[in-house]
């Protein structure tokens, strides 16, 4: 198709749509802030990131910029194949040349958690082969919803409660930015049928045995007691102002308890002891992310068990995050663990 087809295809999918052209302006004023002149895009074939396709795409014609568009096939279901070939297919409609990577290891545990840290791996090497500096998701406002919920479920604190940020840090490549975390699903499908006139349709979104679907499910029985996602997103809203002044408080105790050499993370024992539950389990996720580079925190659950653990007078090695924990000298010490 050419780009001329291909624009007018894009313009028609926003045309006469008040709602869907002040998301476009919305996009725009976020995309003009960051002022880059290569993306990469993360495309699933869903709704949410085939729209943010469309959404770049259309950005690319008014702007100078280029943009990537990837796919992680996780070879996890036996259509997975046919269904990413599919995504490429549909993309082609407006001129979008998708890459499709398939992931090589095996998943067979966790699977939503360990799917997900893959994709992230080969989307941040991508970047870092490219010389990319942000990669786009199409995270919405339902998916910052759910992702309170779920925490919620798992006993968070501040920081995990708080909002997704729209800005935030991969490696020290790549920041990941979320361009539509204030949009409605509802919007994303309509610009999607709109310009695309299908999408494929993931059956673990309906599979009960995973946690996200479950929340996704309380959503009705939410609303219809007059609890709206809108207000629910306020209130995560108000408690991301809340962890940043946390954060700046972290920040000061980071720099002075954490040390990394020779590849290994020393915290100052005594000084950590005497941190409330709160600030040890801040300080243990962000030692795992210095030494591990890991985007998500390990589950407050797992985080309290490890500070019970350091805390028993026979404490001599633990494992959380792909690190071991031990006694080293006066410090705390964290290695990558060897599998």
Known sequence: MSKKNSN???????????????????????LDSLNKK??????????DSLALAALAKYYSYIRNTKFHYVLVNHNIRKNSNREA??????????????????????????????????RYKILNNYC?????????????????????????????????????????????????FRPLLDIKKKFLIKITKNVFG????????????????????????????????????????NLSISKATLDEYFEVTFKNLIKKAKGEILIKFRKYDALNNDAKMALINESIRRLKKNYYDSRSKKVINLIKNIGKKDFKKSTLGGCIFSKKGENLCLKVEKR
């Open 128 to 176: 870092r082969n490219n010389k990319i500096k942000v990669l786009i998701t199409a995270h919405n406002l339902e998916d910052q919803v759910e992702t309170f919920f779920i925490r919620l479920s798992r006993g968070s604190g501040l920081r995990g409660l708080s909002a997704m940020k729209l800005l935030s840090k991969l490696d020290g490549q790549a920041s990941l």
């Open 198 to 237: 299908n999408y494929i349709k993931d059956p673990s979104n309906k599979n009960i045995k995973f946690l996200r679907t479950k929340v996704r499910n309380l959503k009705k029985p939410l609303e219809n007691s007059g609890i709206s996602y809108e207000k629910i997103f306020k209130s995560i809203h």
């Open 8 to 30: 007018v295809n894009l313009k028609n999918g926003f045309k006469n749509f008040n709602d869907l052209s002040g998301i476009f302006i919305n996009f725009r004023k976020k």
């Open 85 to 118: 070939e599919k995504v490429k297919k549909i993309l082609k409609k407006i001129n979008i040349n998708l890459k499709i990577f398939k992931n090589k290891k095996k998943i067979t545990q966790n699977i939503q958690a360990e799917a997900r840290n893959t």
């Open 38 to 47: 290569n993306y990469l895009v993360a495309v699933s074939g869903g709704p």
